[in-house]
């Protein structure tokens, strides 16, 4: 009986703490937070002169409300692959019809220093492959 008590007594004074947490003063979220869906991964070079790589992504977001939010760049060197991470986001108070609307995006992929040779982007999950090839320079006359 007198566990009983112990318990009692010990979640009386935790339960309030466990509810308002740990007293952060940041208040409540203003925006919910998504992955958007990619749809696909196109990748483009753009020329004469010095050349762009770009990765052109297509996708949706699935509400009246939420938009394009952040788009995070990482690139994995030994294994030569760009990872994109799109999100979206959507304000928590605001109600928001169920609406899927497309988007597009234009990522410069910095491969200026990097060597020729076969290369991926992976955008949300969604993989393409690229081989790069800059043209040979003529030598000098």
């Given at each position: 009986?007198?566990?009983?008590?112990?318990?009692?007594r010990?979640?009386?004074?935790?339960?309030?703490?466990?509810?308002?947490?740990?007293?952060?003063?940041?208040?409540?979220?203003?925006?919910l937070?998504?992955?958007?869906?990619?749809?696909?991964?196109?990748?483009?070079?753009?020329?004469?002169?010095?050349?762009?790589?770009?990765?052109?992504?297509?996708?949706?977001?699935?509400?009246?409300?939420?938009?394009?939010?952040?788009?995070?760049?990482?690139?994995?060197?030994?294994a030569?692959?760009?990872?994109?991470?799109?999100?979206?986001?959507?304000?928590?108070?605001?109600?928001?019809?169920?609406?899927?609307?497309?988007?597009?995006?234009?990522?410069?992929?910095?491969?200026?220093?990097?060597?020729?040779?076969?290369?991926?982007?992976?955008?949300?999950?969604v993989?393409?492959?690229?081989?790069?090839?800059?043209?040979?320079?003529?030598?000098?006359?």
């Open positions: 009986m007198k566990q009983v008590r112990l318990t009692i010990l979640l009386v004074l935790l339960v309030p703490f466990l509810l308002v947490g740990c007293g952060s003063e940041q208040g409540p979220a203003e925006y937070f998504r992955q958007a869906t990619v749809e696909s991964v196109e990748v483009e070079f753009e020329g004469p002169g010095p050349m762009a790589v770009n990765a052109i992504i297509k996708g949706t977001v699935a509400e009246s409300c939420a938009q394009v939010d952040e788009i995070r760049q990482e690139f994995d060197e030994r030569r692959a760009f990872t994109l991470t799109i999100t979206t986001r959507r304000p928590v108070d605001e109600a928001c019809l169920e609406q899927i609307t497309p988007f597009e995006a234009t990522i410069p992929l910095p491969l200026d220093e990097m060597p020729d040779g076969v290369y991926t982007v992976i955008a949300n999950g993989t393409v492959t690229f081989r790069l090839e800059r043209p040979a320079e003529p030598p000098p006359e």
